[in-house]
């Protein structure tokens, strides 16, 4: 079994910097690609970025390349997406997910992942 925690949203003005985290467990044995995705008031949740288990390849939703970076820690167990000029619609609930035994890609479709974590509300004022 593998769970998610994320922490490290709240509220913050445009244009500053934030970061979440998401620690996770039970990925060690088999691997997990781990993604973010977020879900903003009345949408349907949307691809944020993506990492891959074996050699850490990232992707990103064109709404946030060039501004957020997801990685990881040398234990792979904590991933990180690192928020930069956020803007006003960046705000969301983010979920950080993982698609167990997937080591070699990084899946940027919800219906890759199986597990969940209960997500960071991020609210970026104007």
């Known amino acids: 079994q593998v769970y998610l925690a994320e922490s490290g949203g709240g509220l913050v003005q445009a244009g500053v910097s934030s970061r979440l985290t998401c620690i996770t467990s039970?990925?060690?044995?088999?691997?997990?690609?781990v993604g973010w995705f977020r879900q903003a008031s009345g949408r349907e949740r949307e691809f944020v970025a993506s990492?891959?288990?074996?050699?850490?390849?990232?992707y990103y939703a064109d709404s946030v390349k060039g501004r957020f970076t997801i990685s990881r820690d040398s234990s792979k167990t904590t991933v990180f997406l690192q928020m930069v000029s956020l803007k006003p619609e960046d705000t969301a609930i983010y979920h950080c997910?993982?698609?167990?035994?997937?080591?070699?890609?990084?899946?940027?479709?919800?219906?890759?992942?199986?597990?969940w974590g209960q997500g960071t509300q991020v609210t970026v004022s104007s």
């Open positions: 997910a993982a698609a167990l035994g997937s080591r070699n890609s990084a899946p940027v479709e919800r219906q890759h992942y199986a597990y």
């Open positions: 039970g990925c060690s044995f088999d691997g997990c690609a």
């Open positions: 990492i891959s288990w074996n050699d850490g390849t990232t």
